[in-house]
């Protein structure tokens, strides 16, 4: 687990949009950040005030044919027991 950057007011740029609200992806697709992600996350959450969590977890999921890894399972359980 590796925490990142989460500075709205750098990433919220990357989503605007002349005929939309906001847009639902990055300017450059491939440099589509999983702090951007959140920001979009954020973006949506209006007053909910509790805490919440974004599990960037594409790439961890990629090269195993047709099964999944499992990957953010294992991790949000972790997680939970932690806590």
């Not at 605007?16 to 999983?34: F, G, H, I, L, T």
């Amino acid at each position: 687990v590796h925490p990142l950057p989460y500075c709205p007011e750098f990433f919220r740029s990357e989503f605007k949009s002349d005929v939309a609200d906001m847009k639902n992806s990055v300017k450059n697709r491939e440099n589509a950040q999983s702090s951007c992600a959140a920001q979009f996350i954020a973006n949506h959450l209006g007053d909910y005030d509790r805490p919440w969590i974004h599990v960037d977890m594409a790439g961890p999921a990629l090269g195993l044919g047709e099964r999944a890894s499992g990957y953010g399972v294992g991790l949000l359980l972790s997680l939970i027991d932690v806590f």
